[in-house]
């Protein structure tokens, strides 16, 4: 059987043009993904049930046991953490933040460590953004800053930029300029029209720069910047001003790097400078296929995109205090649940040391990192394989994801919802 | 089986021509019906004001934008909060609350049927999702259309049929209740950073105008025999002068419709201004009152401006630009592709600033001088006037010379001499805000047969019963007593269960969602038509199959289908 426009669970470009072939409830075949949406697909060694640490070695044990370990544990925690939730459908991610309210517990998505800042800096001067199809069918100029698609975000350039087709551009490949803005030659630079390389932790002058020019201050900028020309800063910001439709794509490399949510900043009061000559927006390349799902859903639901601690009942937002490295760091949670994420793998080694120390339960499909800190790990269906769901795309909008194959595992939402059943029970009591 | 009746109740019912009657409803299993047992549950009403649930016909609860507004506005959420209790999850946010915010505070104020004014629809599944989490109210989406590329296309062939097409297959992709436009060919032509000044004004590239963009889809709106009318935010929104723009595109609306009004004109306020500039500008609610006195194919909503701080959320992305422009505050924009956009900006309305306080007397003079209440509904176009909750503010602003007097000597001086609010003597009953705030909403969208803003046997029990007797209370002099009234119903029943009581909510309830499936030919099915198909295969970045909204996403399914005559 083939399954034709599946949606691929892995990165925020979400493509939903897959083909996968499946023969005995098995995906033998996948189409159009990249080389990590196939691997996904394919992807095999799921743990078989839930397991629990028994000593030094893992017990069998029933979903319903292990679904009651985890009400219990979140029940008799005092400042309970549920972090995750990038990995998992919208559906899932909702009952998460209602049992995240009974528990008066943190939760917290993977955006925290990734990219926290650029919503830190939306929430300071807003978002000029669109929808990729706006880049597709537009854009004849796009600026990669600090990310890397052809490594991370592999179909980003074919679906939506460098080799996508646009319906105002005549040949889109020839009419569309692409810069690349690194501190390193990427693999993306080579296929770039211009390179611009940054000395490391020099983005900030650099977006300043480009700012000032923009603004018609090319005197009071120095022969160079961070490493770049004065000559090459200038030829950009007259690529960017004589644009039709300019797109701007920022990567870790921006968030991550020194000064973090303030690179953000800069670049978005560029992208707003730029607005008033023509037309310019600017977008997050995020990396879960549903950590903007997970910001969304939190938003509605409490009013903030992450990091939120309802131990005063009320949703409280603090990043830098609310958010799940630093409830680690600070050794404060006393019990974590982990849905879509691997913590393990990513958190400071303090962190860590904590998790050792606390109850965990993991809901994952696959053994991870994370497991070796795991009392109990539950595995479940994935989003976009054996479930469906809602998960948005990194520019917003949302798509069902599509079951190809059936499996005996429960999906996120299930669990969850069995476990907060039991915990609302309990409550009532 | 489920009984309850409300006994000796002052209901005012316009849609039945009830004025201040005391009696009693009987409600069984969710719907109003003529009798019930003894064994029903009984809520005397002691003669309260008892009026068909509230019913606003233009809010923006639910969707992308909306929640951006959210995401961009930490302080916005700290400025409103409060915490879990009993069945009630937590709330935060002011201007833009969470979706158990909106839906709890409107509960408490009697509201039991709102419209999201504005849906993206390749983000419609956004906007469905946030309503399954607003409990308390049903709720339906008015879908855009003001930069659709098809539909621009058909219209420059001059095929009103293939454009009544276009909506048919889209409404029923993501379960739309009506037709929206914001600021049509705007939209598009701000996706080059570009805008159009008035209905005249090519959209680049497709070359089509304003006002055939309107006039073809008020046609076709009516080809698809679609309950709620067009409802049209005016190109040039929020400019000096702009009235003669609002005019001319109400001009162009003929009488189509015997059932309802043909045009649909909302937050009206932000679209009748005079002068050349800021320097003069000035009201001009006293042409547009006019002109709709003598259209009855026009209905119009106040969008009604009140002192404070609020959030702006539009469709109209050009619009908010030049807004960030004038305030510097922050500013985010979201275009969607071959479809609209949306832009947003946190604002304060300021008693001090002049042209702020003209804005709030044009919402007011709007209503007040428009003769019949069926022509002028009340809205904030929440939060973009204000959030909401202003609203019974303004109810008592609407009946109370007074207080308008009062209020009118606290906003900047050289505002007399720019707006004839003053010299408005015309204070609104109780019926005509009756007709306002549900009955004539209910008409206008169309929902009237559908059990909604009436309480005839047969109609949704929906009912909102106000601790106010209003022949003790002079809303001319008490005016507070109506603001605490219309903030706080006695009860809020809703589908015949007692939802809030005295401002508490009590229960999680599960909404109706209504939308629009329209009944088209063969022929006439976008979904089989190669061009169509084509198009979006080669220009959407999501997959045809992809792109409609399950019924998954419905939690109580309403479904309307019409006739359509292609």
């Known amino acids: ?429 | 089986m489920t009984e309850l009746l409300v006994k000796n109740a002052c209901v005012i019912d316009p849609l039945r021509g009830i004025n201040a009657e005391t009696m009693d409803i009987a409600i069984r299993d969710g719907k109003i019906v003529e009798e019930v047992s003894d064994a029903a549950e009984v809520i005397d009403a002691r003669g309260m004001l008892t009026l068909p649930g509230g019913v606003d016909s233009h809010t923006h609860i639910c969707g992308t934008k909306v929640n951006f507004g959210r995401y961009m506005s930490p302080e916005d959420m700290r400025a409103g909060r409060t915490p879990r209790r009993g069945p009630l999850h937590s709330t935060s946010g002011y201007s833009v609350p969470t979706t158990y915010g909106n839906s709890y505070r409107y509960s408490v104020m009697g509201y039991t049927t709102l419209l999201e004014g504005a849906m993206a629809p390749l983000e419609a599944r956004h906007t469905h999702e946030e309503f399954i989490y607003t409990p308390l109210q049903d709720t339906m989406a008015n879908t855009l259309f003001d930069g659709n590329w098809g539909i621009m296309e058909a219209i420059r062939d001059g095929d009103t049929k293939r454009v009544a097409a276009i909506i048919a297959w889209t409404l029923r992709a993501v379960k739309g209740f009506g037709v929206k436009l914001t600021n049509p060919g705007g939209t598009e032509a701000w996706q080059w950073g570009k805008n159009v000044s008035c209905i005249r004004d090519p959209v680049p590239y497709f070359e089509v105008t304003p006002a055939e963009i309107i006039r073809s889809i008020v046609e076709a709106n009516e080809l698809l025999g679609l309950p709620h009318s067009v409802h049209l935010h005016c190109n040039n929104l929020g400019t000096p002068g702009n009235y003669t723009c609002t005019l001319g595109s109400l001009g162009l609306i003929p009488d189509l419709n015997k059932k309802r009004q043909t045009l649909y004109a909302t937050h009206v306020q932000f679209h009748a201004y005079g002068g050349s500039g800021w320097k003069d500008f000035c009201s001009k609610s006293e042409p547009i009152a006019r002109f709709v006195d003598m259209r009855p194919q026009i209905v119009m909503d106040m969008g009604q401006v009140m002192f404070g701080r609020t959030t702006t959320m539009t469709a109209d992305g050009p619009m908010e630009f030049n807004l960030y422009r004038l305030h510097h505050e922050k500013w985010s924009n979201h275009d969607v592709e071959l479809e609209t956009g949306s832009g947003i900006i946190p604002v304060i309305y300021r008693r001090k600033n002049l042209v702020n306080s003209i804005m709030w007397a044009i919402g007011l003079e709007l209503a007040l001088l428009t003769k019949s209440p069926w022509q002028c509904l009340l809205t904030t176009d929440n939060p973009n006037g204000a959030p909401f909750v202003k609203y019974p503010e303004i109810i008592a602003l609407l009946m109370s010379k007074k207080y308008r007097d009062a209020e009118f000597a606290t906003i900047h001086p050289d505002t007399a001499a720019r707006v004839p609010l003053p010299a408005i003597e015309r204070e609104l009953d109780w019926y005509e805000i009756a007709v306002m705030t549900r009955a004539g909403q209910a008409k206008a969208l169309g929902i009237q047969d559908l059990g909604k803003g009436h309480l005839g046997p047969g109609a949704d029990a929906d009912v909102a019963i106000y601790p106010l007797r209003i022949d003790e209370v002079d809303p001319a002099t008490d005016y507070q007593k109506v603001i605490d009234a219309f903030s706080r119903t006695e009860y809020t029943i809703k589908r015949g269960r007692v939802v809030a009581r005295r401002g508490e909510c009590l229960i999680d309830g599960s909404n109706a969602t209504f939308w629009v499936r329209p009944k088209v030919s063969e022929n006439y099915d976008m979904g089989k038509d190669p061009d169509f198909i084509e198009k979006f295969d080669r220009y959407y970045t999501v997959r045809m199959r992809n792109y409609p909204v399950q019924e998954e996403y419905l939690n109580r399914n309403r479904c309307i289908e019409t006739e359509a005559r292609i």
């Open chain 1, 1 to 429: 059987m083939i399954v034709k426009d599946a949606v691929c669970p892995f990165c925020g470009c979400l493509c939903d043009d897959i083909e996968v072939e499946v023969e005995d409830d098995r995906v033998v075949a996948v189409t159009n993904a990249c080389e990590l949406g196939t691997t996904k697909f394919m992807g095999e060694k799921r743990l078989k049930g839930p397991i629990l640490r028994d000593g030094d070695e893992w017990k069998d044990i029933t979903c319903d046991e292990a679904i009651r370990y985890a009400a219990d544990m979140l029940l008799s925690a005092e400042r309970p953490l549920l972090y995750g939730w990038s990995g998992t459908h919208g559906e899932a991610q909702c009952v998460g933040v209602h049992m995240a309210e009974l528990v008066r517990g943190v939760i917290d998505n993977t955006s925290s460590v990734c990219h926290g800042p650029s919503i830190l800096a939306i929430q300071e001067v807003g978002h000029p953004g669109c929808t990729l199809g706006v880049v597709k069918n537009r854009a004849d100029l796009v600026i990669y800053w600090g990310s890397n698609p052809i490594d991370a975000h592999p179909r980003h350039l074919s679906r939506y930029t460098r080799y996508a087709e646009g319906f105002f551009l005549e040949n889109a490949f020839r009419d569309r300029k692409v810069i690349v803005v690194d501190v390193r030659k990427t693999e993306t630079a080579n296929i770039a029209d211009e390179f611009v390389r940054i000395k490391p932790g020099g983005d900030y002058a650099v977006l300043s720069a480009l700012r000032a020019i923009v603004q018609g201050k090319t005197e009071t900028i120095p022969r160079t910047v961070a490493g770049v020309t004065r000559e090459q800063l200038i030829r950009v910001a007259n690529l960017c001003k004589s644009a039709k439709f300019g797109a701007v794509y920022f990567g870790l490399g921006l968030t991550m790097t020194r000064g973090k949510y303030k690179n953000i900043r800069n670049a978005i009061e560029l992208v707003s400078e730029l607005s008033r000559h023509t037309k310019f927006t600017i977008s997050a390349m995020r990396g879960h296929y549903n950590v903007y799902g997970s910001n969304e859903v939190n938003t509605w639901m409490t009013g903030y995109p992450f990091g939120i601690d309802f131990s005063r009942g009320i949703a409280f937002y603090n990043p830098g205090e609310t958010t799940a490295v630093d409830v680690l760091a600070r050794k404060e949670c006393d019990a974590a649940l982990i849905v879509g994420s691997d913590p393990a793998a990513h958190f400071p080694r303090r962190c860590l040391e904590h998790l050792a120390d606390i109850p965990v339960v993991q809901l994952d499909p696959y053994p991870n990192a994370t497991t070796a800190f795991c009392n109990v790990q539950i595995p479940v269906a994935v989003t976009g394989i054996d479930a469906e769901g809602t998960a948005y795309r990194m520019d917003g909008v949302p798509i069902r994801t599509r079951k190809v194959l059936s499996t005996d595992y429960l999906s996120d939402r299930e669990v969850l919802s069995r476990m907060y059943a039991l915990m609302q029970e309990a409550q009532e009591r």
